[in-house]
Nanobody, 120 residues
């Protein structure tokens, strides 16, 4: 019933910028934490950034100062602005949300991912 859809991925040169977006839809009562994770080929999924419903953020050390996470509670969206991208940022980026449904069931939801490729 709850779906997350990412958008904004693509090919970008090192040093450039990219903005990822994620929209949640379905029987949503409220969304608690939201975040972005990424997984490069042959590597484990890793945390990129998270944001609470109140706007408190947390970033991986590797992206601090370069990436910015934000959310719009009214629209049930979360975004990741990626600045000064590096080749090591290349990965599939996944949106995550802790969703409370209208029936008060809580679900840890994931999007299908969007590919980000940074060329040198």
């Amino acid at each position: 019933q709850v779906q997350l859809v990412e958008s904004g991925g693509g090919l970008v040169q090192a040093g450039g910028s990219l903005r990822l977006s994620c929209a949640a839809s379905g029987s949503i009562f409220e969304i608690n934490d939201m975040g972005w994770y990424r997984q490069a080929p042959g590597k484990q999924r890793e945390l990129v950034a998270t944001i609470t419903r109140g706007g408190r953020t947390n970033y991986a050390d590797s992206v601090k100062g370069r990436f910015t996470i934000s959310r719009d509670n009214a629209k049930n969206t979360v975004a990741l602005k990626m600045n000064s991208v590096k080749p090591e940022d290349t990965a599939v980026y996944y949106c995550n949300a802790q969703v409370v449904t209208t029936s008060y069931g809580v679900f840890h939801s994931w999007g299908q991912g969007t590919q980000v490729t940074v060329s040198s």
